[in-house]
């Protein structure tokens, strides 16, 4: 059964820093692509980064340069590290393969930034 467990949300002023964790299934991470997306009240979810499973990486212009996407496939785990957060940041994030599976949608980490 395919699993993906979130953590590492909380809430941070703005300009702050959090790292995401996203811990995932071996049968799923090996071979795909992963991406973090995030969902803000009343708003669809976006892809806001993506890697490969060769760990090239992709942002949405909106994170550029403030976040960073990684995986350790020794631990089947993928990271987000979110530096110099806005209040528009603030989401429910999850992971989940590019494109994603819609039966793989866990229950995600709340990023809540104050200004």
């Known amino acids: 059964q395919v699993q993906l467990v979130e953590s590492g949300g909380g809430l941070v002023q703005a300009g702050g820093s959090l790292r995401l964790s996203c811990a995932a299934s071996g049968s799923i991470f090996r071979v795909n692509n992963m991406g973090w997306y995030r969902q803000a009240p009343g708003k669809q979810r976006e892809l806001v980064a993506d890697?490969?499973?060769?760990?090239?990486?992709n942002y949405a212009d909106s994170v550029k340069g403030r976040f960073t996407i990684s995986r350790d496939n020794a631990k089947n785990t993928v990271y987000l590290q979110m530096n110099s957060l806005k209040p528009e940041d603030t989401a429910v994030y999850y992971c989940?393969?590019?494109?994603?599976?819609?039966?793989?949608w866990g229950r995600g980490t709340q990023v809540t930034v104050s200004s």
């Open positions: 989940n393969t590019v494109p994603y599976d819609e039966d793989h």
């Open positions: 890697i490969t499973s060769g760990s090239s990486t």
